[in-house]
Protein backbone atom coordinates (compact mmCIF):
# COMPACT_ATOMS: atom_id res chain seq x y z
CA UNK A 1 0.00 0.00 0.00
CA UNK A 2 0.99 3.37 -0.85
CA UNK A 3 0.41 6.82 0.30
CA UNK A 4 -3.24 7.75 -1.85
CA UNK A 5 -4.23 10.80 -3.45
CA UNK A 6 -7.50 12.00 -3.11
CA UNK A 7 -9.88 13.99 -5.58
CA UNK A 8 -11.62 17.09 -4.77
CA UNK A 9 -14.44 18.01 -6.60
CA UNK A 10 -15.01 21.44 -5.83
CA UNK A 11 -12.08 24.21 -4.24
CA UNK A 12 -13.65 26.50 -2.59
CA UNK A 13 -13.30 26.46 1.67
CA UNK A 14 -13.99 23.12 2.66
CA UNK A 15 -11.69 21.86 0.22
CA UNK A 16 -9.09 24.21 1.67
CA UNK A 17 -9.02 22.73 5.01
CA UNK A 18 -8.63 19.35 3.79
CA UNK A 19 -5.32 20.17 3.10
CA UNK A 20 -3.92 20.42 6.84
CA UNK A 21 -4.58 16.80 7.92
CA UNK A 22 -4.44 15.55 4.24
CA UNK A 23 -0.68 16.82 4.60
CA UNK A 24 -0.02 15.25 8.25
CA UNK A 25 -0.95 12.05 7.20
CA UNK A 26 0.82 11.90 4.20
CA UNK A 27 -1.62 11.72 1.75
CA UNK A 28 -1.65 13.79 -1.69
CA UNK A 29 -4.97 15.94 -1.78
CA UNK A 30 -6.09 17.20 -5.68
CA UNK A 31 -8.84 19.69 -6.59
CA UNK A 32 -11.03 20.37 -9.71
CA UNK A 33 -11.41 24.42 -9.68
CA UNK A 34 -12.93 26.12 -11.76
CA UNK A 35 -10.05 29.14 -11.79
CA UNK A 36 -6.69 29.09 -10.35
CA UNK A 37 -7.37 31.41 -7.92
CA UNK A 38 -10.04 28.98 -5.83
CA UNK A 39 -9.58 29.55 -2.16
CA UNK A 40 -8.27 25.59 -2.50
CA UNK A 41 -6.12 25.88 -5.90
CA UNK A 42 -3.87 28.74 -3.66
CA UNK A 43 -2.86 25.63 -1.32
CA UNK A 44 -2.71 22.35 -3.42
CA UNK A 45 -2.40 20.51 -6.39
CA UNK A 46 -5.07 21.33 -9.10
CA UNK A 47 -6.58 21.08 -12.30
CA UNK A 48 -8.78 23.70 -13.67
CA UNK A 49 -12.34 22.57 -15.36
CA UNK A 50 -16.06 22.51 -15.44
CA UNK A 51 -17.70 19.95 -12.57
CA UNK A 52 -20.05 19.93 -15.29
CA UNK A 53 -18.39 18.24 -17.90
CA UNK A 54 -18.43 14.35 -17.30
CA UNK A 55 -15.62 13.30 -19.69
CA UNK A 56 -13.25 16.43 -18.11
CA UNK A 57 -14.24 14.95 -14.43
CA UNK A 58 -13.37 11.59 -15.64
CA UNK A 59 -9.70 12.79 -17.10
CA UNK A 60 -8.77 14.42 -13.54
CA UNK A 61 -10.59 11.27 -11.35
CA UNK A 62 -8.67 8.78 -13.12
CA UNK A 63 -5.69 10.91 -11.65
CA UNK A 64 -6.49 10.27 -8.23
CA UNK A 65 -7.34 6.70 -6.10
CA UNK A 66 -10.57 8.29 -4.53
CA UNK A 67 -12.47 11.10 -5.54
CA UNK A 68 -14.94 12.94 -3.41
CA UNK A 69 -16.88 16.49 -3.40
CA UNK A 70 -16.84 19.44 -1.36
CA UNK A 71 -20.36 20.58 -3.00
CA UNK A 72 -23.41 19.50 -3.91
CA UNK A 73 -23.62 20.88 -7.48
CA UNK A 74 -22.31 18.22 -9.34
CA UNK A 75 -24.49 16.41 -11.54
CA UNK A 76 -26.06 13.14 -11.11
CA UNK A 77 -25.34 12.48 -14.41
CA UNK A 78 -21.09 13.25 -13.70
CA UNK A 79 -20.88 11.21 -10.98
CA UNK A 80 -22.55 8.31 -12.73
CA UNK A 81 -20.08 8.55 -15.21
CA UNK A 82 -17.62 8.36 -12.62
CA UNK A 83 -19.00 5.64 -10.99
CA UNK A 84 -19.64 3.65 -14.37
CA UNK A 85 -15.83 3.86 -15.13
CA UNK A 86 -14.84 2.16 -12.47
CA UNK A 87 -13.76 5.44 -10.24
CA UNK A 88 -14.12 5.27 -6.48
CA UNK A 89 -16.28 8.23 -5.54
CA UNK A 90 -17.87 8.81 -2.04
CA UNK A 91 -20.49 9.63 -1.22
CA UNK A 92 -21.75 7.59 -3.98
CA UNK A 93 -24.59 8.96 -6.66
CA UNK A 94 -27.39 7.03 -4.99
CA UNK A 95 -26.58 8.61 -1.45
CA UNK A 96 -25.49 11.98 -2.22
CA UNK A 97 -29.16 12.66 -4.24
CA UNK A 98 -30.64 13.56 -0.75
CA UNK A 99 -28.46 16.46 -0.42
CA UNK A 100 -29.18 17.31 -4.24
CA UNK A 101 -32.67 16.72 -4.41
CA UNK A 102 -34.81 18.10 -0.94
CA UNK A 103 -38.18 16.25 -1.94
CA UNK A 104 -36.25 12.85 -2.26
CA UNK A 105 -34.92 13.84 1.17
CA UNK A 106 -38.26 14.40 2.30
CA UNK A 107 -39.40 11.00 0.84
CA UNK A 108 -36.18 8.84 2.11
CA UNK A 109 -36.76 10.01 5.49
CA UNK A 110 -40.53 9.10 5.65
CA UNK A 111 -39.14 5.39 4.68
CA UNK A 112 -36.75 5.77 7.47
CA UNK A 113 -39.90 6.62 9.71
CA UNK A 114 -37.79 9.63 10.71
CA UNK A 115 -39.66 13.20 12.00
CA UNK A 116 -40.41 15.19 8.90
CA UNK A 117 -42.50 18.29 8.75
CA UNK A 118 -45.41 18.10 6.79
CA UNK A 119 -44.68 18.50 3.34
CA UNK A 120 -46.12 18.15 -0.23
CA UNK A 121 -44.32 18.59 -3.72
CA UNK A 122 -46.32 21.55 -5.74
CA UNK A 123 -47.10 22.49 -8.80
CA UNK A 124 -49.70 24.68 -8.96
CA UNK A 125 -53.05 25.31 -7.49
CA UNK A 126 -54.09 25.45 -3.93
CA UNK A 127 -51.67 23.93 -1.24
CA UNK A 128 -52.23 21.30 1.26
CA UNK A 129 -50.68 23.00 3.62
CA UNK A 130 -52.07 25.87 5.18
CA UNK A 131 -50.38 29.08 4.24
CA UNK A 132 -47.82 30.82 6.65
CA UNK A 133 -45.75 28.07 4.94
CA UNK A 134 -42.25 27.30 3.65
CA UNK A 135 -41.25 27.11 0.02
CA UNK A 136 -38.03 25.47 -1.16
CA UNK A 137 -36.70 25.23 -4.60
CA UNK A 138 -35.84 21.12 -4.51
CA UNK A 139 -33.00 21.39 -5.96
CA UNK A 140 -29.86 24.12 -6.48
CA UNK A 141 -30.66 26.08 -2.97
CA UNK A 142 -28.07 26.85 0.12
CA UNK A 143 -26.92 29.81 2.43
CA UNK A 144 -31.34 30.65 2.40
CA UNK A 145 -30.76 31.00 -1.32
CA UNK A 146 -33.95 29.03 -2.86
CA UNK A 147 -36.07 29.51 0.81
CA UNK A 148 -39.30 31.73 0.97
CA UNK A 149 -41.66 32.09 3.54
CA UNK A 150 -44.86 32.27 1.76
CA UNK A 151 -47.60 33.81 3.40
CA UNK A 152 -50.70 34.05 0.75
CA UNK A 153 -51.76 32.44 -2.48
CA UNK A 154 -50.26 35.61 -4.60
CA UNK A 155 -46.77 35.07 -2.92
CA UNK A 156 -46.58 31.60 -4.02
CA UNK A 157 -48.28 32.12 -7.62
CA UNK A 158 -45.43 33.99 -7.98
CA UNK A 159 -42.33 31.42 -7.50
CA UNK A 160 -41.57 28.96 -10.37
CA UNK A 161 -42.68 25.42 -10.09
CA UNK A 162 -42.12 22.53 -9.08
CA UNK A 163 -41.29 23.53 -5.10
CA UNK A 164 -41.31 21.01 -1.98
CA UNK A 165 -43.32 22.80 0.31
CA UNK A 166 -43.18 22.66 3.90
CA UNK A 167 -45.47 23.57 7.38
CA UNK A 168 -43.89 26.88 9.43
CA UNK A 169 -42.30 24.95 12.11
CA UNK A 170 -42.41 27.02 15.69
CA UNK A 171 -39.20 26.14 16.61
CA UNK A 172 -37.00 26.68 19.75
CA UNK A 173 -33.36 26.81 17.67
CA UNK A 174 -32.05 25.00 14.79
CA UNK A 175 -28.66 22.45 15.47
CA UNK A 176 -26.77 20.21 13.62
CA UNK A 177 -25.26 16.85 14.32
CA UNK A 178 -22.15 16.06 12.27
CA UNK A 179 -22.09 12.11 11.42
CA UNK A 180 -19.28 10.47 9.80
CA UNK A 181 -19.22 6.80 8.40
CA UNK A 182 -16.89 4.43 6.47
CA UNK A 183 -17.62 1.93 3.26
CA UNK A 184 -17.63 -1.19 5.95
CA UNK A 185 -20.05 0.66 8.10
CA UNK A 186 -18.07 2.44 10.99
CA UNK A 187 -19.86 5.39 12.25
CA UNK A 188 -19.40 8.16 14.76
CA UNK A 189 -20.91 11.91 15.50
CA UNK A 190 -19.64 14.71 17.27
CA UNK A 191 -21.39 16.43 19.92
CA UNK A 192 -24.77 18.81 18.56
CA UNK A 193 -23.89 22.23 17.61
CA UNK A 194 -26.50 24.84 18.19
CA UNK A 195 -26.64 26.85 14.94
CA UNK A 196 -27.35 30.79 15.08
CA UNK A 197 -29.03 31.98 11.83
CA UNK A 198 -29.30 35.15 10.37
CA UNK A 199 -30.89 35.86 7.10
CA UNK A 200 -30.34 32.49 6.44
CA UNK A 201 -26.66 32.50 6.72
CA UNK A 202 -25.10 30.58 9.82
CA UNK A 203 -23.50 33.23 11.59
CA UNK A 204 -22.37 31.34 14.74
CA UNK A 205 -22.13 27.60 16.19
CA UNK A 206 -21.82 26.68 19.93
CA UNK A 207 -20.88 23.51 21.04
CA UNK A 208 -22.57 21.01 22.79
CA UNK A 209 -26.21 22.94 22.69
CA UNK A 210 -26.87 24.76 25.76
CA UNK A 211 -29.35 23.32 27.93
CA UNK A 212 -29.69 20.66 26.32
CA UNK A 213 -30.08 17.27 28.12
CA UNK A 214 -27.97 13.91 27.54
CA UNK A 215 -31.09 12.07 26.69
CA UNK A 216 -31.86 14.77 23.93
CA UNK A 217 -28.29 15.03 22.60
CA UNK A 218 -28.62 11.34 22.44
CA UNK A 219 -31.84 11.24 19.77
CA UNK A 220 -30.49 13.77 17.87
CA UNK A 221 -27.56 11.70 17.46
CA UNK A 222 -29.19 8.36 16.91
CA UNK A 223 -31.53 10.39 13.91
CA UNK A 224 -27.83 11.31 12.11
CA UNK A 225 -26.94 7.53 12.81
CA UNK A 226 -30.00 6.48 10.77
CA UNK A 227 -29.95 8.11 8.51
CA UNK A 228 -26.27 7.46 7.86
CA UNK A 229 -27.26 4.24 7.73
CA UNK A 230 -30.37 4.45 5.43
CA UNK A 231 -28.57 6.48 2.59
CA UNK A 232 -25.39 3.97 3.41
CA UNK A 233 -23.16 7.61 3.36
CA UNK A 234 -19.79 7.24 3.07
CA UNK A 235 -17.95 10.46 4.25
CA UNK A 236 -19.06 13.00 6.24
CA UNK A 237 -22.37 14.20 6.39
CA UNK A 238 -24.15 17.49 8.59
CA UNK A 239 -27.97 16.52 9.53
CA UNK A 240 -29.82 19.84 10.35
CA UNK A 241 -32.42 19.50 12.69
CA UNK A 242 -35.64 21.79 14.06
CA UNK A 243 -35.82 21.61 17.92
CA UNK A 244 -39.36 21.71 18.71
CA UNK A 245 -40.15 21.35 22.25
CA UNK A 246 -38.38 18.30 23.39
CA UNK A 247 -38.28 16.54 20.01
CA UNK A 248 -36.31 16.85 16.81
CA UNK A 249 -37.73 17.43 13.33
CA UNK A 250 -35.38 16.95 10.07
CA UNK A 251 -34.38 19.90 8.00
CA UNK A 252 -31.99 19.34 5.41
CA UNK A 253 -28.65 17.06 4.78
CA UNK A 254 -25.31 18.32 3.69
CA UNK A 255 -23.44 15.15 2.55
CA UNK A 256 -19.95 17.08 2.88
CA UNK A 257 -17.92 18.76 5.50
CA UNK A 258 -20.22 21.54 6.58
CA UNK A 259 -19.66 25.09 8.34
CA UNK A 260 -21.36 23.89 11.52
CA UNK A 261 -18.34 21.67 12.42
CA UNK A 262 -15.49 23.66 11.63
CA UNK A 263 -15.31 24.17 15.46
CA UNK A 264 -13.87 20.54 14.98
CA UNK A 265 -10.80 21.88 13.96
CA UNK A 266 -9.75 22.93 17.26
CA UNK A 267 -12.59 21.56 19.21
CA UNK A 268 -12.28 17.98 18.77
CA UNK A 269 -9.77 15.00 18.65
CA UNK A 270 -10.41 14.53 15.33
CA UNK A 271 -11.71 17.50 13.20
CA UNK A 272 -14.56 16.59 10.22
CA UNK A 273 -11.95 17.48 7.53
CA UNK A 274 -9.62 14.48 8.67
CA UNK A 275 -12.08 12.17 9.42
CA UNK A 276 -14.03 12.78 5.75
CA UNK A 277 -10.46 11.76 4.42
CA UNK A 278 -10.55 8.67 7.00
CA UNK A 279 -14.28 7.76 5.81
CA UNK A 280 -13.41 8.08 2.38
CA UNK A 281 -10.10 5.75 2.53
CA UNK A 282 -11.70 3.19 4.79
CA UNK A 283 -9.64 4.30 7.36
CA UNK A 284 -10.77 3.62 10.67
CA UNK A 285 -12.43 6.53 12.28
CA UNK A 286 -11.19 8.84 14.53
CA UNK A 287 -12.17 10.06 18.15
CA UNK A 288 -14.81 13.05 18.05
CA UNK A 289 -14.51 13.80 21.77
CA UNK A 290 -14.14 17.26 22.51
CA UNK A 291 -10.82 19.28 23.65
CA UNK A 292 -12.95 21.97 26.16
CA UNK A 293 -15.90 22.90 27.84
CA UNK A 294 -17.39 24.82 25.09
CA UNK A 295 -16.91 25.57 21.32
CA UNK A 296 -18.03 28.98 19.90
CA UNK A 297 -17.14 29.39 15.97
CA UNK A 298 -18.16 32.67 14.35
CA UNK A 299 -18.71 33.33 10.30
CA UNK A 300 -16.64 36.34 9.06
CA UNK A 301 -18.82 38.00 6.46
CA UNK A 302 -17.68 40.33 3.83
CA UNK A 303 -18.11 43.86 4.37
CA UNK A 304 -16.44 47.08 3.63
CA UNK A 305 -13.32 46.45 5.17
CA UNK A 306 -10.62 44.46 3.05
CA UNK A 307 -7.95 44.13 5.07
CA UNK A 308 -8.09 41.23 6.61
CA UNK A 309 -4.99 40.91 8.10
CA UNK A 310 -3.82 44.31 9.68
CA UNK A 311 -6.96 43.14 12.28
CA UNK A 312 -4.91 40.81 13.49
CA UNK A 313 -2.64 43.31 15.47
CA UNK A 314 -5.65 44.27 17.43
CA UNK A 315 -7.57 40.89 17.66
CA UNK A 316 -4.56 38.47 18.47
CA UNK A 317 -3.61 41.24 21.76
CA UNK A 318 -6.91 41.68 22.60
CA UNK A 319 -7.79 37.05 22.39
CA UNK A 320 -4.62 35.00 22.38
CA UNK A 321 -6.69 32.11 22.17
CA UNK A 322 -8.29 33.41 19.26
CA UNK A 323 -8.22 31.05 16.28
CA UNK A 324 -8.43 32.36 12.58
CA UNK A 325 -9.23 30.54 9.57
CA UNK A 326 -8.74 33.19 6.14
CA UNK A 327 -10.41 31.35 3.16
CA UNK A 328 -8.20 34.12 0.98
CA UNK A 329 -11.65 34.43 -1.46
CA UNK A 330 -12.40 37.92 -2.66
CA UNK A 331 -14.05 40.06 0.06
CA UNK A 332 -17.77 40.77 -1.02
CA UNK A 333 -20.73 42.11 0.98
CA UNK A 334 -22.81 39.22 3.12
CA UNK A 335 -19.91 36.37 1.71
CA UNK A 336 -18.15 33.57 4.19
CA UNK A 337 -14.56 34.77 3.77
CA UNK A 338 -13.09 32.67 7.01
CA UNK A 339 -14.13 32.25 10.32
CA UNK A 340 -12.48 32.18 14.12
CA UNK A 341 -13.13 29.78 16.80
CA UNK A 342 -12.72 29.71 20.61
CA UNK A 343 -12.71 27.37 23.02
CA UNK A 344 -13.09 27.64 26.84
CA UNK A 345 -15.22 27.09 29.91
CA UNK A 346 -16.74 30.38 30.31
CA UNK A 347 -19.76 30.34 27.47
CA UNK A 348 -20.74 34.13 28.13
CA UNK A 349 -17.18 35.44 27.82
CA UNK A 350 -16.40 33.22 24.63
CA UNK A 351 -19.58 34.31 22.67
CA UNK A 352 -18.29 37.74 23.63
CA UNK A 353 -14.89 37.72 22.40
CA UNK A 354 -16.10 35.89 19.01
CA UNK A 355 -18.71 38.11 18.18
CA UNK A 356 -15.92 41.25 18.70
CA UNK A 357 -13.97 39.62 16.14
CA UNK A 358 -16.01 39.03 13.75
CA UNK A 359 -17.48 42.57 14.10
CA UNK A 360 -13.99 43.77 13.46
CA UNK A 361 -12.75 41.67 10.77
CA UNK A 362 -16.21 42.85 8.88
CA UNK A 363 -15.81 46.20 9.54
CA UNK A 364 -19.05 46.92 12.17
CA UNK A 365 -16.71 47.96 14.59
CA UNK A 366 -13.09 49.84 14.74
CA UNK A 367 -12.18 49.07 18.56
Partial sequence: MSFPTVGVIGAGQLARMMVAPATEMGISLRVFAATPHDSAAQVSDYLV?????????????????????????????????????????????????????KLAMREKMDELELPNPRYQKYVGGSPLIDFPLIAKAPTGGYDGRGVWVINNQEELDALPTPLLLEEKLDFIREIAIMVARSPHGQAATWSPTWTVQRDGICTTTVTPVPELSDEQAIAASSIALTI??????????????????????????????????????????TSQFEQHLRAVLDLPLGDTSRTSDWAVMGNILGGEKTDMYRPYLHLMARTPGLKFHHYRKEVKPGRKIGHVTLLGSDLVELTQEVDHAIDYLSGVIDE
Fill in 49 to 101: GDYTDSQAVLAFAKSCDVVTFEHEQVPQSVIRTLEANGVRVYPRADSFIYSQD
Fill in 228 to 269: AQGINLVGVMAVELFQVGDRFIINELALRPHNSGHWTIEGSV
